[in-house]
């Protein structure tokens, strides 16, 4: 009879806290819910891709004063097919860094290639001649806002001509050209 007395008590207490909490549940501060605000959100990713890198040797370049293509002398570039990243692109950022240990200048053409086979802008980025230290050049950021991202947006190829410069003596050494990608994204 004892031990019934205690497990009342104990199921009475039990009960007696699962009334007060749950009322105390009732009790609590709220406010209203503004569910408006989710046509406010808004997040701005930013995405950072590697975009071209190359490495040719000067044998694989012909030393006759003209632009030479580089195999292969026009890329695909879908990256713009993705409705999703074409949509939302509010700023793009290219930049280049070339290293050349050639013994002679260049000069590398970038040109964005639209649909329709037309060039649409073409970047030159002059090389200095290796002169037996470290020559790895940094290129300005190209920046793509307004009309030239719309340009850019339009680009589904993009080519690349190597010009040797002229010079005295066969070409020897490398060029290492790296290139990377800055997406500003803006989502609504």
Do not use: W
């Not at 699962?18 to 605000?37: E, G, H, K, M, R």
């Not at 004063?65 to 692109?89: A, I, Q, S």
């Not at 793009?92 to 639209?114: G, H, M, P, S």
């Amino acid at each position: 009879m004892y031990s019934n007395k205690i497990k009342m008590k104990r199921n009475l207490i039990q009960r007696i806290s699962v009334i007060l909490c749950t009322a105390v549940l009732f009790l609590s501060c709220s406010s209203d819910l503004n569910f408006d605000q989710v046509n406010d959100f808004k997040i701005e990713p930013v995405f950072v891709a590697n975009v071209a890198h190359f490495n040719i040797a000067a044998d694989q370049i012909e030393d006759d004063g003209t632009g030479h293509v580089l195999p292969p002398d026009v890329e695909g570039f879908d990256v713009f097919k993705n409705k999703f990243l074409n949509d939302n692109l509010i700023k793009a950022e290219l930049n280049f860094e070339i290293e050349n240990t050639f013994n002679r200048a260049l000069k590398v053409e970038i040109t964005f290639i639209d649909a329709n086979d037309q060039p649409k802008e073409t970047i030159t980025l002059n090389v200095p001649q290796y002169n037996g230290t470290v020559n790895i050049i940094k290129y300005p950021t190209e920046v793509f806002e307004g009309d030239r991202l719309a340009m850019l947006k339009q680009t589904v190829k993009v080519g690349f001509v190597i010009t040797v410069e002229p010079g005295t003596g066969d070409i020897s050494g490398n060029l290492k050209l790296k290139s990377g990608a800055t997406a500003y994204m803006r989502i609504e």
